[in-house]
């Protein structure tokens, strides 16, 4: 007959009381149906677990070898039933994120700092990639969530307007547009800007071609390198650079900020978090709850399908 794992846990409870009285208090049971339950345990066992005498119930040796290999299995079932509990609300587990804008400040920085404060036990991995890449790996199931900047047309699934980054030019230290507090498009002209397949540079190129009314507005120097390659290009004075103002919470040498405006004022992209409604991974839906609770004016009337 197979032990029960109920039988286990009152067998480990006896031996550490050495009496049954005690026992049965601790369990809330009676004595009577503990001490029917361990001779019953004994009986399917084939052999004896307890000495019983007028002084109490002490383990044979070879009941207490059987109770300590009990107690491995029940410490081990607890610990898997307790990791599966935390799982299944989001607490445990691993998260796939996309991300193409900088770490280095910003409201994506905080975001994932809150979530990791939230949730120190979910293991948190990060994609970078363009937009259209990101796109493609959550709709491969890749990836959980990705925040991009801008709508984008190909997502037809769910996705939360969450927050907005002023437009910034990083510009050689030296250069005579770092003596003005902002930049201004049109003086962006004659420039030589260098661009990026990689992160937001396809927006931000996008944008600057609307903001210059023409498909060729500048020199542009394309170069197929990260962020922080090309803020070292900057810095080495090879042209200026379009980012995000997350990009400016880290120093590069020789290279200075200054927002982007136009009429109206600052230059601002909006990003989306995009994911699939059919996403099963537990660990998801905390991080979007999180997502609402931390901008609730954006996301009130903006969660799209």
Not at 137 to 157: H, K, M, Q, T, Y
Not at 213 to 238: N, T
């Amino acid at each position: 007959m197979p032990v029960e794992f109920r039988d286990l846990r009152w067998a480990i409870t006896a031996s550490q009381h050495r009496s049954l009285r005690q026992a049965a208090e601790t369990l809330n049971i009676k004595q009577s149906t503990l001490s029917r339950s361990l001779r019953n345990l004994e009986h399917r066992l084939g052999g004896t677990l307890f000495e019983r005498s007028n002084g109490g119930t002490r383990p044979t040796i070879e009941g207490q070898e059987f109770l300590d290999a009990a107690q491995r299995i029940v410490d081990e079932t607890e610990a898997i039933a307790a990791r599966l509990k935390t799982r299944s609300r989001g607490e445990s587990g691993r998260l796939t994120i996309g991300v193409h804008s900088s770490l280095s400040a910003g409201n994506l920085r905080a975001t994932l700092l809150d979530h990791r404060r939230h949730f120190p036990d979910v293991e948190t991995h990060l994609v970078d990639g363009s937009s259209d890449y990101l796109i493609s790996d959550l709709d491969g199931s890749a990836i959980d969530v990705a925040f991009v900047a801008e709508p984008n047309p190909r997502w037809r699934d769910r996705s939360l307007l969450v927050w907005n980054e002023r437009v910034v030019a990083a510009l050689p230290e030296n250069h005579p547009l770092t003596g003005r507090d902002v930049v201004h498009w049109g003086e962006l002209r004659h420039e030589a800007l260098l661009t990026s397949q990689r992160g937001p540079g396809p927006e931000l190129l996008k944008l600057l071609m609307s903001k210059m009314g023409c498909s060729d507005p500048c020199q542009l120097l394309r170069h197929d390198v990260a962020l922080d390659r090309l803020l070292s290009l900057v810095g080495a004075d090879w042209g200026i650079l379009l980012v995000l103002e997350s990009a400016t919470g880290a120093a590069y040498p020789g290279v200075t900020f200054r927002e982007v405006h136009d009429a109206e004022g600052p230059t601002r992209l909006s990003f989306r978090a995009y994911w699939r409604e059919a996403n099963s991974n537990p660990s998801l839906r905390p991080f979007l709850d999180l997502l609402r609770e931390r901008y609730p004016d954006l996301s009130a009337d903006t969660d799209a399908d």
